[in-house]
């Protein structure tokens, strides 16, 4: 059986997670109190850069979500949730790495906010939310008339985007100004794996202490 460890507060892990749930693979989860457990010898084992999430499969571990979304894909082709246009899976993949590499650092700006927690570097705010607002414009126009990117059932574009986009109203960014993809936003939220994977009140003060403790508070 595959065992996926994550943490479930992290984006990274969220979006292997779905996937799992929504290709509907059997799987064990493990959950990882960061605090220590990724410095472990027998999680260094499995991945030398302790970080999470890593994907065991009879043995072959997988480390990088966005390589373990493509061995999922690979391995489990059903259902689909790439597509196999050029175009299409361009869009696909265009939406991965703008999450992964515009939109995700500077939604990290902002965690404190999103934690409700005070202060904050004023400038680098503002820096952010300019970047979220390319990202968000980017986005808006990239959906165009379909349900989800480049196609019209759910792919790994969404599992990306979609860990991280739902958390920007609590950061003070409002979804308003881009209704498609606000209405993309509401479709994935009712789904029963991004239901299942909500972070617990738990793991949010978790991460809210942690990133308290960091600013001194």
């Not at 292997?16 to 064990?28: A, D, H, N, R, Y």
Request: aromatic residues 8%; charged residues 20%.
């Amino acid at each position: 059986m595959l065992k996926l460890y994550h943490q479930p507060i992290s984006f990274n892990s969220r979006r292997v997670w779905i996937t799992l749930l929504e290709k509907g693979i059997e799987f064990e989860l493990v959950e990882m109190n960061l605090d220590g457990d990724q410095f472990k010898p027998e999680f260094l084992a499995i991945n030398p850069f302790h970080h999470i999430p890593v994907l065991v499969d009879d043995g072959f571990n997988i480390v990088e979500s966005l390589a373990i979304l493509d061995y999922l894909e690979a391995k489990y082709p059903t259902p689909t949730m790439l597509p196999k246009d050029a175009k299409e899976i361009a869009i696909a993949r265009m939406v991965q790495m703008v999450t992964v590499n515009e939109l995700s650092p500077a939604v990290m700006v902002l965690s404190p906010q999103m934690l409700g927690l005070p202060g904050g570097d004023a400038e680098k705010i503002e820096i952010a939310l300019q970047k979220i607002a390319t990202v968000l414009k980017f986005f808006e126009d990239l959906l165009g008339d379909r349900p989800f990117f480049g196609s019209e059932s759910l792919t790994l574009a969404e599992v990306v985007a979609g860990s991280v986009i739902p958390w920007l109203p609590r950061g003070g960014v409002s979804l308003s100004d881009y209704p498609k993809l606000n209405a993309w936003c509401d479709r994935l939220i009712a789904r029963p794996a991004w239901k299942a994977t909500q972070p617990t009140p738990a793991s949010i003060e978790w991460i809210k202490s942690r990133i308290a403790a960091r600013m001194g508070l």
